[in-house]
C-alpha cells in the first residue's frame, strides 16, 4: 500500500478540501485525534468562529493560534495553512510550549511506573535520552547564522535510522530560531538512501506550510541522481556555494 505523503511529518498536519473535510493527515495527527471527518470539530467551541474566518483567506497569513480537544483535555497551537489551490488546503499544528497536556500526562505516568518497578532503570533512561540528544545535536547541528537563516550541516549517511533520531529536534529548534530560511548542507553527507530523500522531501513540506524557505547546498554527484526529481517536484532551491548563503544572510543580518 503507497503511504501518504503526510503519513512522515513530525508535525500533526492535515490537508483539507475547501469544505474544509480532511482527506489526509500525518501519523502524528492521527496519534493525537483518531479520524475526524472535519478539521473544525477538533476545536475548542471559542476557537471554531475564528478558524472559520482566518482560514477561508486565501493570501499568506500569519499562523492562527487556536485551541484542541484531546481527551478531556486542551491544547493551544499556532496553525500554519496554505492553500494549494482553490480545493486543497494545508496545515501543520506547532503545539505551544507546555499545553500539550495529554502527552504530558503521560509522559509523567510513565515515568511513575520507571520509578515504581526500578529506579535504576530510570536513570539509565535518563542517560540514554541525553546520549540520543547528543547525536542528534552532532548528526544535525541547527546554527542560527543571522539574518533569518538557520544552518543544518548534516553528517553521515542519511538513512530511516538517522531520520528517526534527528527528525524532531530539527523541526522544535527551527520553530526555536524563528527561520525564515534553512539552509541544509550536504557537504559532510555520505550515501543518501531513498529514506532519506523522503525525509528532505518531508522536512521542506512542513517548512512550506510554516512559510520558511528550504535551500539546499554542499549536493555531490552520487547525491544529485536522487535529489534530481525531488528538485524538479518541489521546484526545490539549490545552491552550489554555501559561502554565497552566507553572504546573503550577513546582508540582512
Sequence with gaps: MTRSPLAEWPLPAFRLNNSFVVVDQSSEAEQLFGAPETFFELLDEGSRPKAERLLKQRTKQKPV????????????ADVHYRWDSDFSLNLVLVPKDG??????????????????????????????????EKVREL??????????????????????????AIRPYIVSRIYEYEAETVVVDLTAMGSVTQEGVNYLES????????????????????????????????NLRFEASLESILKAASAKH
Design 99 to 132: 499545553q500539550l497536556d495529554s502527552i504530558t500526562a503521560q509522559m509523567v505516568r510513565l515515568r511513575g511506573r520507571l520509578k515504581e518497578t526500578d529506579y535504576e532503570l530510570l536513570k539509565e533512561k535518563e542517560r540514554s535520552d541525553e546520549l540520543l
Design 65 to 76: 493560534e487556536l485551541n484542541f480537544m484531546v481527551g478531556d483535555g486542551l491544547f493551544l
Design 203 to 234: 522536512l521542506v513540506q512542513t517548512l512550506g506550510v510554516m512559510g520558511i524557505d528550504a535551500v539546499i547546498t554542499g549536493v555531490k554527484p552520487d547525491h544529485a541522481q536522487k535529489l534530481h526529481l525531488l528538485k524538479r517536484e518541489m
Design 139 to 164: 548528526s544535525a547541528p541547527c546554527i542560527a547564522i543571522g539574518g533569518g537563516y538557520v544552518l543544518i550541516p548534516l553528517f553521515g549517511n542519511l538513512d530511516a535510522k538517522k531520520v528517526e
